[in-house]
């Protein structure tokens, strides 16, 4: 086999995690407390102002399905009465806790001293969180975020949520960690995240350029990892996100395409937007489907899902706990079926695709219900044709690659049909033109 081509800033990502799970694997002993939360509207900043080390369930989940242990872990969770249609994610973390809780990294996870549930549009994770309770015997307390049903913040949203961080939250974690709030420590943290939100934004927009320096979907995975995870408001996530900007923006000075694991993808047939959690367990072979037709993804709602900083949200240190409650609202798993719509539109639109794919995942709702008149919709409003996909995040039961490769490559055949009579006719003065677009500051 072929060695694995990586980025520069891939080893950089990596040399971050295997500390994370070291000072992990010495918690206990160091008195370091340890929060379990998840990645849409996580409140890290929150967690590292008070001194502990967050573990997000479902980071662990996905990395054991890259890492091919997830089908044993899943096969315990059913084994001990999991149904076969529950979240994947969810019994991939039961069955590794049940098996010795070994993480990704190899070693042992600590034990959390509590349990925060940011409730932003998944029921699963509510589920999910009494299963640990019950399992770890440990504190948990729910930060309840309000669906934007109507597409919109409201000020009572806002206020019902500082309610909640004042007198359920800070307490629950002050209780846990035996420290008291500070403020100006989350101030701090919340600083260090915004300057990581302008890097990981221009990142994210150069995908914009003709070639696209990013793969914005299965690259971009990578890329979105520290800030969706345990990184976000730290010194390391700047280093990082800085040093990736610097990376990115190499390569689109040089008209270079992204870093594919055979090499970089220079020679890109196909503009996409993509829709959907991507499949773990297969990643690779998933991503060669694309990338050996010349396909590269532009952007993507998945790597969206920690955060809608490219729609020009940042964290804000002069309003703390504010900002804490407009960045839960806003996640992408927390937006209306409309919302979504007329976000991936505008993907479509701004990046110039030429079509997009749904890959839609058999055990997670939160993405896959309603998908399919996602489809139809975004067909009507875009005019481009899109592309159905089905497997899932974790279980390798579901992922049929014959099947997927049928499937992308009579879509790409349709789209290079389509493409080639456009260009036997006049652009009409609305369609962007294929030009090189300067990064965003």
Known sequence: MA?????????????????????????????????YTFVPGNLTELIRSFGALPVLPEINALQSGMRKQSADYIAEAERIGHSEDVCTYVKCDIGMMRTGNIGPAGTKLPKPDLLLLSYTGCYTFMKWFELLREEYQCPAVMFHVPYQGDGEMEPAHREYMIKQLKEQVIPALEKATGRAYDEEKLRYHLELSAKVEDDLVAVLQAGKLVPSPIEGYFGTVYYVGPIFSAFRGTEGGVEYYRALREEIEERAALGLGPVTPDGPLNDQKYRLVVEGPPNWTSFRDFWKIFYDEGAVAVASTYTKVGGLYDQGFRHDPSRPLETLADYCLGCYTNLSLPSRIDLIAKYIREYAADGFVIHSVKSCNSFSAGQLHMLRELERISGVPGCFLESDLVDSRYYGQANLKNRVESYLQMLDSRMRGERNVPTPPSKPDRVALKVAP
């Open 3 to 35: 060695t694995v081509q990586k980025d520069r800033s891939m080893q950089l990502q990596k040399d971050m995690i295997a500390e994370h799970f070291e000072l992990l694997a010495h918690a206990e002993e160091n008195h370091t407390p340890v929060v």
